[in-house]
């Protein structure tokens, strides 16, 4: 290999790089040979194996950035979402596809940090057992979060006393794992979440080693701790289908106990002259063939299939455990390190961030319940959010940035609520700043049509054409003139009726507009 390796040139014959890559790869680890670990999760079918190489062929050029150009992976995403929820436990449309469990376990994080950040916590930190996977480090590292680890406990589980006293008014999300990667172990998720809801906090089980076998496991009549939406307080779970959904790389579930809570991790951009730029998560471009073959591993192996498979995966777990446990001299399963480490566990967290500004309370480490407030749509109570009705900006008060008193005057000759009206005065204030002159429509994201149709009069009263309204009942709002986007549709796409709608009004020509209200999904879309 020349040092250093530059662009050949002249392009190489296709066969003389075929042989190169096939000898190349011959020194690579031999996952066939049923001496790998973890790396690739054999499925040890054949056919299997082929299908999914030749539907991963058939997608191999495509993107699945614009999912309108693509109905087929529009389509086999939302399956796979769906099944996916269906198997967890999540309502089928609260999750979303990821290339992987570290991406997945970034979003959780994400949407935890903007949800406490909304609740007034400045600065949220992550509170893990110290075996959690280093996706969850890497993405307190990447958003800037502290990270709280918390040492296990003998049996290498989450201890769940030093976990409460760890928690305290800065926690943003905690964690538990199921199982976790170095000892295979489930933590007591029923315990971890149980302190996470009590104090309002969102709770992360990481399933992506057993998202797709431990259902299966409990209906082989395993004895499994619970460690999914059945346990009231976990809010979210990862879950990769590239592991025991036996699909090729790229390709996890992260799921949500509501589709509020999902839509944090969406982003909405239209401040470009490319027009509105929408994703549903991190990527931007990105490649098709794992949406396929995630779908197809999942048809073709089946509930029965996946029984089966489980079966195998217990069966050699166990002959592994008795191999191990028969050999003279071994003292036990949980290496000397956790065991001498759980004795003189101190309860301290690890992380110095932990301590950044943080206010210990006056019993050591335990957070006081937060005040009675509202119930947060995942249904954890939480304090009342501090954040703000409407964006700051010009308008915020009175007439809005055109100087329209009179349309706030409108509105409250109408009757409508106080919130309702500054939503409306910075749709309002917003319309006419962002539409400009030429463009007179309006797509409002509301609830019911009840609500759609005092978001259009109002909208028409100060000037603006309502166009598309998401969500409600398609029939009743035509009799209110509106086009209405059903967003339980299933072919609506990852982001929602939004995109939907706005694509329907960009097909038939006509000039959309749309504003999210900070009220009702968190942060403002713009
Ligand atoms: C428990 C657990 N969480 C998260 C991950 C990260 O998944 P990925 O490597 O797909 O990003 C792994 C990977 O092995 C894991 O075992």
Redesign the pocket.
């Known amino acids: 290999m020349p040092d250093p390796v530059t662009i050949p040139a002249h392009g190489r014959p296709s066969a003389e790089l075929l042989a190169e890559v096939a000898g190349l790869h011959e020194d690579d680890l031999d996952w066939r040979g049923g001496r790998a670990f973890?790396l690739v999760y054999n499925p040890d079918d054949d056919d299997l194996e082929h299908l999914l190489e030749e539907v991963g062929r058939r997608f191999l050029h495509e993107n699945a950035l614009n999912p309108f150009k693509y109905p087929s992976l529009l389509r086999m995403e939302q399956e796979v979402i769906a099944m996916a929820c269906a198997l967890l436990g999540a309502p089928p449309r609260a999750g979303a596809l990821t290339s992987?469990?570290?991406e997945s376990?970034f979003l959780a994080v994400q949407v935890a940090r903007d949800e406490a950040r909304a609740r007034g916590v400045a600065e949220p930190t992550l509170v893990t057992p110290s075996t959690a996977?280093p996706?969850f480090a890497k993405a307190a590292k990447y958003l800037d979060v502290a990270h709280v680890r918390v040492p296990v406990g003998a049996d290498g589980r989450a201890d769940v006393g030093a976990t409460a006293e760890a928690l305290d008014e800065r926690t943003g999300l905690v964690v538990g794992?199921a199982p976790?990667?170095p000892y295979g172990v489930i933590d007591p998720i029923a315990e971890l979440a149980a302190l996470a809801a009590e104090r309002g906090v969102l709770f992360h089980t990481?399933a992506?080693?057993g998202g797709w076998l431990l259902p299966w496991w409990e209906r082989l009549g395993e004895p499994v701790p619970p460690w999914d939406f059945r346990v009231a307080g976990v809010t979210s779970i990862?879950a990769?289908v590239?592991k025991y959904g036996y699909a090729f790389k790229g390709a996890?579930v992260i799921a949500y106990r509501s589709r509020d809570l999902l839509e944090r991790q969406f982003f909405w951009y239209d401040d470009w002259p490319g027009g509105l730029y929408a994703s549903g998560t991190t990527a931007g471009t990105r490649p098709a063939a794992p949406i396929v073959g995630a779908w197809t591993a999942i048809n073709r192996i089946g509930a029965d299939g996946y029984l089966r498979m489980a079966a195998t995966v217990r069966d050699t777990t166990r002959r592994f455990a008795e191999g191990i446990a028969a050999i003279e001299g071994w003292p036990s399963p949980i290496p000397r390190h956790v065991r001498a480490r759980a004795r003189r566990r101190s309860h301290r967290p690890s992380a110095g961030g932990h301590r950044r500004g943080g206010r210990r309370h006056g019993r050591p480490g335990l957070a006081p319940r937060p005040p009675a407030g509202r119930p947060a749509p995942h249904g954890v109570p939480v304090p009342r959010p501090r954040r703000r009705a409407v964006p700051r900006g010009p308008g915020r008060r009175g007439g809005g940035a055109d100087g329209q008193p009179g349309r706030r005057r409108h509105l409250r000759r109408r009757g409508l609520s106080s919130g309702l009206r500054s939503v409306l005065g910075a749709v309002l204030a917003g319309a006419s700043r962002r539409m400009g002159p030429g463009i007179d429509k309006a797509l409002v994201e509301v609830g019911g049509v009840a609500m759609a149709r005092r978001v259009a009069d109002a909208l028409r009263a100060g000037g603006a054409e309502p166009v598309v309204a998401v969500g409600g009942d398609r029939s009743a709002l035509g009799r209110i003139g509106l086009d209405g986007v059903d967003d339980r549709h299933p072919g609506e796409g990852p982001l929602g009726g939004v995109c939907t709608a706005l694509a329907a009004a960009e097909r038939a020509g006509r000039p959309a507009w749309w504003w999210r209200p900070a009220t009702s999904r968190g942060s403002p879309a713009r």
């Open positions: 973890s992987g469990g570290t376990i996977h996706a794992s976790c990667y990481d992506c080693l990862s990769d590239h996890s």
